[in-house]
């Protein structure tokens, strides 16, 4: 059992890995109550729920998951109420975790790397993955849904995030299908009387891939589902939507099942990265065309990683996505700690431009941000739209890659970044942007809110900036009684 590093001073790095690791220590505990550390204060009009979702165990009692992708997920809850503000937090009662828990050691493989204690010969052939229910958590159609993007959702008690079961849409998910944790949401769709519409995939992947793409309205009811399948292995994390089209980046990487069938990786390791290929990207209609096949456009252009996406749009013959790109898709050694990691050693995501041309078939891209970057998130009115600011977090200065420090709201119009530092010792996480209802108008009215590692107390906190200017002290910081691990994917609901 290994202990953290001493923090060892670099004088000229904004963090210590020492501070940045202790932000994965599992939190066991789960907690409920109104928080009442706060500098600042909480706008009154801001009224909803904040959903968080990540892994909350980086260990099992004792025993090292090998990635944190492999985490098992928690929910966090953070209401506001007239300027107050609730706490909780549960671990989604998956099967997987509850066997777990009660055996108090790990039995499951993660797709990360985690293996079960005994070597390969304990894990060769053992393909029963566990559901881990860790990288998203959104409320649609009256249900809470923790995602993963391997398996079915999770469907949980919006108040007190007691797990429900699995959710199938009626039917339409059969047990174990997949539902990606990317939902984006149609602030108006036109094939649905201007209605807000949820739209997400799932991957099937193989010697060629099966994209699906499930539409579902504000009721929950799937109102559309259609399958494709497009040549070659796709590792598909997430993708956007316009009012026409969905858009996926197929990344060139090749799957080698060997050292995984031999318990030797985890699958997510057998991922290897082809620079020498280009990334084709897939558009693919939302809606069947009236005659003829679906359409289904395959472009292609230059190598890379993509994860995230922030936004598309539509413009004449052209679709513009904005993406975070990395060189290349670093791999997990699967002897390694990650807890060692060596960020300087990695390239770090930038954003990026695409302009798809549908008429001639080309791809221009340029880069927008060259600074360290990850988890863009933009004014939902404008998902799918033409959209002038985006939010992210970043690291503390522009060189090299480095843990997410920062915040940084860019202006796509004038070029023009902000940015604000919970460094040295505080470090980010996604970003959420919350409009102020009603609404005075602009793109960037309302708040950004997002949950802040701060490792000098060891305890997390919700920090909420002012979205117009982040050159500003935050509004409001709450300070948790605990630390939450660092996160992946949330939405705010103002039911
Ligand atoms: O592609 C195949 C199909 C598939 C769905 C093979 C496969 C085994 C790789 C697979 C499974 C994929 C899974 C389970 C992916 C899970 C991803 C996950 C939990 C998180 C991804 C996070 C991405 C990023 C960029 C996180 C960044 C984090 C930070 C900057 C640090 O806070
Ligand atoms: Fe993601």
Request: hydrophobic share 35%; glycine share 8%.
């Amino acid at each position: 059992f290994q202990l953290y590093e001493r923090a060892s001073t670099v004088p000229e790095k904004s963090y210590t890995r020492g501070d940045w690791q202790k932000g994965y220590e599992s939190l066991k505990q789960e907690y409920d109550y109104w928080i009442d550390d706060i500098e600042g204060q909480i706008p009154s009009e801001l009224q909803g729920t904040l959903f968080r979702n990540g892994p909350g165990l980086l260990d099992i009692n004792g025993q090292y998951i090998h990635h944190p992708f492999d985490g098992d997920g928690m929910i966090s809850r953070i209401t506001f109420n007239n300027g107050r503000a609730h706490f909780r937090n549960r671990f989604v009662r998956t099967a997987a975790y509850l066997e777990e828990q009660k055996a108090g050691k790990i039995l499951y493989r993660g797709v990360f790397g985690t293996q079960k204690p005994g070597g390969w010969q304990k894990n060769a052939f053992d393909f029963n993955i566990k559901n881990i229910a860790n990288t998203n958590v959104i409320y649609w159609g009256g249900k809470l849904l923790a995602l993963w993007e391997a398996a079915d959702p999770h469907c949980l008690d919006p108040q007190t995030l007691e797990t429900l079961g699995k959710e199938h849409f009626n039917g339409v998910l059969s047990e174990g299908e997949a539902f990606a944790a990317h939902p984006r949401l149609d602030p108006s769709c036109g094939e649905n009387d201007g209605e807000p519409i949820l739209v997400n995939f799932s991957i099937k992947p193989g010697l060629s891939t099966t994209i699906t793409i499930f539409e579902l309205d504000s009721t929950g009811k799937v109102v559309r589902k259609h399958a494709h399948s497009v040549p070659g292995f796709a590792f598909i994390h997430d993708f956007a939507i316009t009012p026409n089209y969905c858009i996926f980046f197929q990344n060139p990487v090749a799957f080698n099942p060997i050292p995984f069938a031999l318990g030797l990786r985890g699958a997510g390791e057998c991922v290897k990265f082809q620079p020498n290929q280009p990334t084709r990207i897939v558009v693919i209609p939302r809606t069947p065309p009236t005659k003829g096949g679906w359409g289904v456009q395959i472009l292609e252009t230059h190598s890379g990683f993509v994860f995230h996406h922030a936004n598309a749009f539509e413009v004449e013959d052209e679709i513009v996505i904005d993406s975070i790109c990395y060189e290349s898709l670093p791999e997990v050694e699967s002897g390694s700690n990650f807890r060692q990691v060596d960020f300087d050693a990695l390239k770090p995501g930038h954003l990026w431009r695409f302009n798809l041309n549908l008429k001639d078939k080309t791809v221009l891209s340029k880069s927008i941000v060259n600074h360290c970057c990850e988890f863009p998130t933009i004014h939902p009115n404008n998902v799918g739209r033409p959209y002038r600011y985006l939010y992210m977090g970043v690291a503390h200065t522009d060189i090299g890659n480095a843990p997410l420090q920062a915040f940084m709201k860019v202006d796509l119009e004038s070029g023009e970044r902000q940015i604000w530092s919970a460094a040295p010792r505080g470090f980010a996480s996604e970003p959420v942007f919350v409009p102020r209802t009603p609404s005075k108008g602009g793109e960037d009215d309302g708040w950004v809110l997002a949950l802040v590692y701060n490792s000098e107390h060891h305890r997390s906190e919700v920090v909420i900036l002012d979205a117009s200017d982040f050159t500003k002290e935050p509004i409001a910081r709450l300070h948790l009684k605990h630390h939450i691990p660092y996160g992946l994917h949330g939405n705010f609901t103002s039911q």
